[in-house]
């Protein structure tokens, strides 16, 4: 079997890799039958030379591969005809800006397996940037925090090496006493709460969070039904949220009134209700200034996200009382961090943590008839057809939908 490794040609460009030197090295030391061939790529994270080094051929030969490994959407007129792919489509939403995309690789009968959707028996992914995202996201939130207030200003996230390096530049900011708010606990949430720990910073608990005054900066975490309440007043836990989120209304005020910073790191669920609303930003007591939305929503239950940010214009403002975008400077403003691929700053860690998923969870179905079903439940599209488990993207494909 033949892998390769595809140069990133979307634009702006990006620089992470689905398998580094190292990882390639350990798929050809446990499958030797294996072959990796790497396109070059002259902004790869991992220069050629480095797979060199590491014995793994650079050349450009992705038409002889039957497997091609990638990040971001392929460009079409880069897409190779009767090919197996994996990237992130960014189509199973029936994203409209993606339509010409899963059209062409239909037409070009490719079979495309998405990342996002390589799934274990339970349904959970087990390949995902999400832990960098959150990472990256917590970061570039102080970094907000000090452009707003005029405290500091570091360096952006993808100017440093690693995630340490990130860590010791948090750790010699000066912040005043500011409550700071995480929501979260997923990859995402797990990967800001590493950032906030790493700091050093305070824990506490919801009630002193919401009592309490300190003297130093402090954040809290919150579960799910710390910011929703059932409408009746009913305690019914987790589950019932899950299966009734009609039934349940946003508790997220009480905590805008006393935080300064918040991380927003959930996972958002359709019908659930939003954190807070337009109006609920334009009332006198909503406190929050800065906001770092790693999950990026736009126009949906963080308010004040009204379109995503870029890594090289990471930070806009929200005007609560217009309901529209200023300098986050000036007064009133909530600046907001809403990158939407922020795991990108971070393009060497993420690559060796996505790396090194893949090659546990999905390597293996390559060589063992996909004994797990992964690849069955990953695969989009196959003969120039989407696959039983797509078939509600059809008329996406079509442009009806």
Known sequence: ????????????????????????????????????????????????????????????????????????????????????????????????????????????????????????????????FGRYAGIVGAYNGFRAFGLKHELYDIPKAEALKDQKALIEVLRDISLPNVKILLTGKGRVGGGAMEMLTGMELRQVNVEEFLNETFDEPVFCQL??????????????????????????????????????????????????????????????DFRISVVADISCDIDGPVASTIRPSTIAEPIYGYDPKLESEIDFRKPGAIAVMAVDNLPAELPRDASEGFGAAFVEHVIPSFFNDDARGILDRARMTKDGQLTERFAYLQGYVDGLE
């Open 1 to 128: 079997m033949r892998i390769g490794i595809i140069r990133e040609r979307k634009n702006p460009p990006d620089r992470r890799v689905v398998l580094s030197p190292q990882a390639c090295q350990k798929v050809l030391k446990a499958y030797p039958e294996a072959e990796i061939i790497v396109e070059p790529s002259p902004i790869r994270v991992f220069t050629d030379e480095e797979y060199r080094i590491a014995g793994i051929p650079v050349e450009d030969r992705m038409e002889e591969c039957d497997i091609l490994l990638g990040v971001k959407e392929v460009p079409i007129p880069a897409l190779i005809p009767h090919k197996k792919y994996f990237f992130f489509s960014h189509t199973i939403k029936k994203q409209p800006y993606n339509r010409d995309l899963l059209q062409a690789i239909l037409n070009k009968d490719i079979e495309m397996y998405d990342h996002e959707v390589i799934t274990d028996e339970r349904n959970s992914r087990l390949v995902a």
């Open 223 to 284: 579960e799910v039904l710390d910011y929703n309440k059932r409408k009746d007043g009913k305690h019914l836990g987790m589950s019932d949220f899950i299966d009734n989120p009609g039934e349940y209304e946003s508790d997220f005020m009480r905590f805008a009134r006393v935080s300064d910073l918040f991380i927003a790191g959930h996972f958002y669920a359709e019908e659930a209700p939003y954190l807070f609303t337009r109006t609920d930003a334009k009332r006198r």
